[in-house]
């Protein structure tokens, strides 16, 4: 989207209070204070709506964190269970999730302590099957000794069939339809009796299918429909991760283990080098041609410009992206201005010239890119602004003072008619994380964008968070920033409490 | 806009109905987006007769088929197919007269002769000059023409329910800040308690019941769910009328509702979309458009929000409520009619921003099916065979004409609401 576009209807209502009285920097200070204060309960809420959207994710985060990094040992079928506790505890999955859980009366609290998601989820249907936890309890731990005894079997003789059948035995773990069960303990029952020396096996089997029949014959389902309150404490998931982001530790990445802070930062540079070279050339070109075409109203210069900025203003940037792309990185077209490949990686040794050329050349597509969308808009917004301030008792009165016009049109008008362009430097701030998705995707560029993007495509949920935070932390720095920019533009504005 | 409605049926005079008309007939790019729009509907509605593997009219063996509308019936349950066309290649049938539609291929299908991206001038292996792909193919040989035609269906959906579900929302949330205030919504507190008891009661039995109820009858614990809800108003209802906890709770609606506004708009939207949209688990294209509603409708409320808060002291909303209408009414009969012109604009302005949020979605490769054939999903086919410009050129084009087709009906509705700038012949 393009850079710093609010509604129409300006971004929100501040305590607008046309008073000509007080507009002593103490009201400032408090209200400054208060607006800050407000900060805390909605970046609170922001967290939890972070923390939420990560928690409804498909998909086990160990799983992509020891995939993402080639976990060797993952794939050793023995130690695979170890290390995947292991992971868990790193990333404290091992703790229940919130403060409290509202629940029924058949769901144990320690739930949460089944850290596989999979394994939970059959948990929780088989609740709600038979609503029974502690027959349940001891089916599922009549598993795990079918399993030891196959493995020691696996030992000694690794033959198809074994592996099959400690396959089946994994299966039990994940299966919730009555019919699915049954099958695999009557293959178990069968494989068992075809070595009838193997006595613990035997019973481990006999004790399962035991522990099932337990299960199926004393379902309590009525004890789903009693509620029930589960308090954890402050020892969770949540509270983990809010306490150590307020000590500045945004956890590490799932994907490479490097701090989310470092990378953030990393990011950061290159978005920011993109971004405010954009806002300022648009700014830089936006307010004298807004001024140009308001001198001009209705001419055919504003006409022509005022239907250019808008075709400009419809262009989707991503479209526009690619296809310059395309027509200048393209051999093909015989107009290969551009480089595209890899624009962190400048050599070492390069001079300063080289350096900066070097820059350009990948900056310049990007750029201009940012660049358009928004010099659109903020001219519209200042030709309107403008013309209408223009039409105004004061300007003619100016005029007829015999004040030059440049003084007229700089001095008395452009100062009355900054709102709009103050509106669109507050939403700056949080365009310079999301205005530039697509472009960096686009163009390769290693900034916040394009981590963002792919921290969302791998569920680095850490990266996600931290996002979305920051995001919502700089957008309402913006909103704050350009209510305080209103009342120095114009002496008339202040934020004094309302008094009705 | 103080009118007053002299009887409830006839409703507020629509001056700004002409208004606006008047502007779209006086200024020719208005006209023009007008018509463009119009063009696209057809394309969304017919697209079907214009491209399809199917042709329009066929005579095979002596019996005569109209195999696109025949299919269309099929799919519905309400025909059914011969057993030897059942599956047919539409392609080569032994036809004794065959009628093609323009473009004689569907969205997806692939054409085997032409795979691997064709160019529309170059060479292409075809059996009649009517086979031609006009605009090209894509990789896997599929029509890019027809898939122009299929994405412009799509694209007009997204925009029309994502806008759909925002405006529902928008105008609700934004109808109650803004007609009731921080002051006047009050419930007795026997109310109070009995939604406090029955909301999470219905919520704990409506889930309880879905999980418990077989993979049928799921549907059944909602209403079981609507069902205690309802039970519990109407005992908060009987001790109110029983004179117990009579007493009245103002409720800061305004308030609750504009944190709700601010907490949305602190996150960007577009991450926001994204970070939602990768939730789900098997993407569809209907769960994107409610997405896009659902967390586009703040600028929607906040304008009712604002229009009703103007509204509030006027005569004829004090005149309705003195002849004892109830609230929902004067909202909806007077309150809202009277908003309208504001919402439409930002109704327009937001298609256009979900037409484009949906290309991003399929540009990016998320949320959408993966063989879903949208302006987005062809223009971003081009980042991996740069060679293809007609891939980047056409569907670009595409989203670009239907993003500024409803800008400019955006722009033509906010210049006609708007008294200073009314006059101006762009």
């Given at each position: ?36 204060l ?29 995939r ?23 990333l ?16 144990p609290?320690?739930?949460y302590?089944?850290?596989?998601p ?31 005894e ?8 690794a ?51 035991e522990?099932?029949?337990?299960l ?11 509620p029930a309150i ?38 950061l540079?290159?978005t920011?080098?993109?971004n405010?070279t ?10 004298p ?7 001009r ?13 808008f ?5 989707p940037?991503?479209?526009?992206a ?6 200048f ?8 201005f551009f ?29 201009f ?9 903020i ?9 209408e301030v ?25 100062r ?8 669109l ?5 949080p ?13 390769n ?8 993007v ?17 995001s919502?932390l700089?957008?309402m ?9 209103y009342a120095?533009?114009d ?7 309302k008094?009705? | 806009?103080?009118e ?26 208005s ?44 799919r519905?349950?309400w ?7 059942a ?6 049938l ?6 093609r ?10 054409d ?23 605009l090209?193919?894509?990789r896997?040989?599929?029509?890019v ?13 997204i ?13 609700f ?51 079981a769910?609507i ?8 005992a ?51 769960l ?6 659902l ?12 229009e009703?808060?103007?509204l ?29 012109p504001?919402v439409l ?40 065979s740069?060679k ?15 993003v ?6 955006g722009?033509t ?14």
């Amino acid at each position: 989207m393009v850079a710093g576009t609010p509604d129409a209807a300006g971004h929100h209502t501040p305590l607008l209070v046309l008073h000509p009285t007080s507009r002593s920097p103490r009201f400032m200070l408090r209200y400054l204070i208060k607006r800050l204060l407000f900060f805390i309960p909605a970046l609170f809420m922001v967290s939890l709506v972070a923390f939420a959207l990560s928690k409804l994710a498909p998909g086990d985060p160990v799983l992509i964190m020891s995939r993402s990094r080639a976990d060797e040992t993952m794939r050793n079928l023995v130690d695979a269970e170890r290390v995947y506790r292991e992971y868990s505890r790193l990333l404290g999955l091992d703790k229940p999730v919130f403060y409290f859980a509202f629940s029924n009366q058949a769901f144990p609290d320690s739930l949460y302590r089944i850290i596989n998601p999979e394994r939970q989820q059959t948990l929780r249907k088989l609740l709600y099957q038979f609503g029974n936890w502690p027959a349940l309890e001891s089916y599922y731990q009549a598993i795990r000794p079918v399993e030891t005894e196959l493995r020691q079997l696996l030992a000694t003789k690794a033959t198809d069939e074994v592996i099959e059948h400690l396959r089946i035995t994994q299966g039990i773990y994940t299966t919730f339809d009555t019919a699915g069960i049954r099958n695999r303990l009557v293959a178990l029952n069968t494989f068992g009796n075809t070595i009838p020396e193997n006595k613990t096996l035997h019973t481990a089997v006999d004790n399962l299918q035991e522990a099932y029949r337990q299960l199926c014959q004393h379902p309590q389902r009525s004890r789903l429909f009693l509620p029930a309150i589960h308090w954890y404490g402050f020892d969770n998931q949540y509270h983990r991760w809010l306490s150590s982001c307020l000590q500045g530790n945004f956890g590490v990445s799932y994907l490479d283990g490097r701090p989310v802070s470092r990378k953030i930062r990393e990011a950061l540079r290159w978005t920011l080098r993109l971004n405010l070279t954009a806002i300022f050339l648009a700014y830089l070109l936006a307010i004298p041609l807004g001024v140009q075409m308001a001198r001009r109203a209705h001419s055919s210069f504003d006409r022509s410009m005022t239907l250019i900025l808008f075709l400009l203003y419809s262009l989707p940037s991503f479209w526009v992206a690619t296809t310059l792309l395309i027509f200048f990185t393209t051999p093909e077209y015989g107009m290969q201005f551009f480089t595209i490949t890899g624009i962190s990686d400048i050599p070492a040794g390069a001079s300063w010239g080289q350096r900066i050329s070097e820059n350009i050349r990948h900056m310049v597509l990007p750029v201009f890119c940012l660049t358009y969308g928004s010099l659109a808009f903020i001219s519209r917004q200042m030709r309107n602004a403008l013309l209408e301030v223009l039409q105004q008792d004061f300007i003619r009165t100016a005029r007829a003072k015999g004040l030059p016009e440049r003084v007229v049109i700089w001095k008395h008008g452009f100062r009355n008619a900054l709102f709009p362009i103050i509106t669109l430097f507050g939403s700056i701030f949080p365009a310079v994380i999301a205005g530039s998705v697509i472009i960096e995707v686009i163009f390769n560029v290693p900034g916040m964008g394009k981590l963002t993007v792919d921290s969302i495509r791998s569920q680095d949920w850490p990266m996600v968070y931290t996002i979305l935070l920051l995001s919502a932390l700089l957008t309402m720095v913006g909103l704050l920033v350009s209510d305080m920019l209103y009342a120095i533009a114009d002496p008339r504005v202040n934020y004094q409490e309302k008094t009705t | 806009m103080s009118e007053f409605t002299p009887s409830p049926d006839t409703g507020p005079a629509p001056g700004w109905k002409t208004q606006v008309w008047q502007q779209v007939q006086q200024r020719r790019l208005s006209r023009w987006s007008l018509r463009v729009l119009l063009v696209l509907v057809f394309l969304s509605i017919f697209g079907d007769f214009l491209a399809n593997d199917k042709p329009l009219y066929c005579r095979i063996a002596g019996k005569s088929y109209w195999p696109i509308v025949q299919d269309f019936a099929a799919r519905q349950g309400w025909y059914q197919w011969p057993a030897d066309l059942a599956r047919p290649d539409w392609r080569d049938l032994p036809y004794e007269k065959v009628v093609r539609t323009p473009i004689p291929y569907g969205p997806r299908q692939i054409d085997r002769r032409n795979l691997g991206l064709r160019s529309p001038g170059g060479r292409q292996r075809l059996d009649t000059p009517w086979e031609r792909h006009w605009l090209g193919t894509d990789r896997l040989g599929r029509d890019v023409a027809a898939g122009l035609i299929s994405g412009a269906r799509t694209a007009l959906l997204i925009g029309l329910v994502a806008m759909a579900v925002a405006a529902l929302v928008g105008l609700f949330l934004g109808a109650l800040a803004g007609y009731f205030g921080d002051q006047r919504f009050q419930l007795s507190r026997a109310m109070v308690i009995a939604l406090l008891i029955s909301i999470p009661t219905s919520l704990f039995y409506g889930t309880t019941l879905w999980h418990v109820f077989p993979a049928g009858a799921k549907s059944w614990s909602i209403l079981a769910g609507i069902m205690i809800m309802l039970t519990g108003i109407g005992a908060g209802r009987f001790f109110q009328r029983r004179g117990v906890g009579r007493r009245s709770l103002v409720i800061p609606l305004d308030q609750l509702i504009q944190r709700l506004i601010e907490l949305l708009e602190a996150i960007p939207a577009l991450l926001l979309i994204l970070a939602v949209v990768s939730l789900v688990r098997r993407p569809s294209i209907f769960l994107v458009m409610v997405i896009i509603g659902l967390i586009r409708w703040t600028s929607i409320a906040r304008f009712v929000r604002a229009e009703l808060l103007r509204l509030r002291q006027a005569t004829f909303l004090e005149a309705a409520r003195g002849l004892g209408f109830s609230h929902a009414r004067i909202i909806w009969r007077h309150a809202l009619p009277n908003a309208l012109p504001p919402v439409l604009v930002t109704l327009a302005f937001g298609v256009a921003g979900a037409v484009l949020v949906e290309a991003y979605l399929s540009f990016l490769g998320i949320g959408l099916p993966p063989d879903s054939v949208t302006w987005g999903s062809m223009l971003q086919q081009v980042r991996e065979s740069p060679k293809a410009w007609w891939l980047a050129t056409f569907p670009g084009l595409a989203i670009f004409i239907t993003v500024t087709v409803f800008n400019l009906l955006g722009d033509t509705l906010t210049e006609a609401l708007n008294p200073k700038t009314r006059v101006s012949n762009l």
